[in-house]
Nanobody, 126 residues
């Protein structure tokens, strides 16, 4: 059974930093590109960042470019989202997801992802 478990969310002041982690189990992690998405109250879920299977290529949403970084450790079956210079508009539930097996790109499209975590809440106070 595939499980993706996010951690590291919480309450932080504007300008602060958080590092989200996603631990994967039940799948051969290195076969999957990984992504982070977020959903703010009353809004649709949106793409944040993605990373290829090898970790060499990343894809970052314009809204967080220069502030957020995605990385992965295939030996630990984990993907991370480093979030710096946080803004109140970054407040959302953040989800990690596993993309199409064996693909060589880092998808932005939600429908391409096959496995999802339960999410972790990030709240940025002004």
């Amino acid at each position: 059974q595939v499980q993706l478990v996010e951690s590291g969310g919480g309450l932080v002041e504007a300008g602060g930093s958080l590092r989200l982690s996603c631990a994967a189990s039940g799948l051969t992690f290195s076969r999957y590109p990984m992504g982070w998405f977020r959903q703010a109250p009353g809004k649709e879920r949106e793409f944040v960042a993605a990373i290829t299977r090898s970790g060499r290529i990343t894809n970052i949403a314009d809204s967080v470019k220069g502030r957020f970084t995605i990385s992965r450790d295939n030996a630990k079956n984990a993907v991370y989202l480093q979030m710096n210079s946080l803004k109140p508009e970054d407040t959302a539930v953040y989800y990690c997801a596993a993309g199409p097996q064996y693909s060589d790109y880092a998808p932005r499209v939600e429908s391409e992802y096959v496995y999802w975590g339960q999410g972790t809440q990030v709240t940025v106070s002004s």
